[in-house]
């Protein structure tokens, strides 16, 4: 089973930066569509942001304007560099490749990393 690596998860006050990293394997990265999602206990995970291989992407719509998500297809690494942090951003980030490959489907995920913003 494939798994994907999040890492830059942290404590940061309201107002302040974070930039949360996901290592993939290489064999599928650049062809896959790679999402970051967002889960707080007993609630459902929600799509953060979205990016195609091709790099068009998609944002929730309380993230817009704060949130940027960017893959870099060289290093097998997806990014969601996150400004103006609130609290209501404290989750833990998971993210996700999915696509087709030889007519199969794929859909890996990462472990999470937390995100604390503090009020």
């Known amino acids: 089973q494939v798994q994907l690596v999040e890492s830059g998860g942290g404590l940061v006050q309201a107002g302040g930066s974070l930039r949360l990293s996901c290592a993939a394997p290489g064999s599928f990265f650049s062809i896959s569509t790679m999402d970051w999602y967002r889960q707080a206990p007993g609630k459902q995970r929600e799509l953060v942001a979205s990016i195609t291989s091709g790099g068009s992407t998609n944002y929730a719509d309380s993230v817009k304007g704060r949130f940027t998500i960017s893959r870099d297809n060289a290093k097998n690494t997806l990014y969601l560099q996150m400004n103006s942090l609130k609290p209501e951003d404290t989750d833990v980030y998971y993210c996700?490749?999915?696509?087709?490959?030889?007519?199969?489907?794929?859909?890996?995920w990462g472990q999470g990393t937390q995100v604390t913003v503090s009020s």
């Open positions: 996700r490749a999915y696509g087709v490959i030889v007519g199969l489907k794929y859909d890996y």
